[in-house]
């Protein structure tokens, strides 16, 4: 993929009514891009074509730091951890190159965020099953890939 604009992907076959799943992809850098820009995958999302679209993603960037944030609309987005470095989180070579595993793991009590089989981050599945308008582990899972960003993506999955 060969990004323009920012922009999320999916299929709506990749719905989850509830339960536990895990939703990942491994994701293939091939050239640096002028400042660091993300990449990952998302899940809970409803609405994904109306201004008040909703959904929770975990996404790296070529310095090795990851971001789990939730868009709740437009204008509103939730921090839940802001930029982090970690050492799972591998940062682009000097060919511009980096290769990332992300996975969400959607347990009964906790979401545990994975990159290259590392958990860099749990939280409680209650701080998104919390209640709210736009809330739970419920929804379309896909990928999100940011601004001008050459990636190649492999494996998707969503699985029960």
């Known amino acids: 993929m060969t990004a323009g604009p920012a922009a999320i992907y ?3 076959a990749n719905t989850v009514a509830g339960g536990n799943y895990t939703v990942g ?17 998302f899940l809970s999302g409803e609405n ?59 347990g009964t009590t906790d979401l545990s965020f994975r990159v290259n089989g590392t958990e860099v981050k749990s939280i409680p599945r209650s701080t998104i099953d919390g209640g709210g308008p736009h809330s739970g582990t419920r929804g379309i899972a896909g990928i999100r890939v940011n601004h001008n960003l050459d990636v190649h993506i492999d494996g998707f999955a969503l699985t029960k």
């Open 48 to 106: 994904l074509e109306a201004p008040n679209q909703s959904y929770l993603y975990f996404v790296v960037r070529q310095d090795g730091k990851y971001l789990i944030n939730h868009r709740a609309d437009d204008a509103t987005v939730h921090k839940i951890v802001d930029w982090t470095a970690h050492d799972a989180v591998k940062a682009m070579d000097a060919n511009g190159r980096a290769s990332n595993k992300l996975e969400v793991v959607v």
């Open 10 to 12: 999916w299929n709506p």
């Open 25 to 41: 992809a491994t994701f293939n850098q091939t050239k640096a891009s002028t400042h660091p820009e993300a990449y990952g995958v």
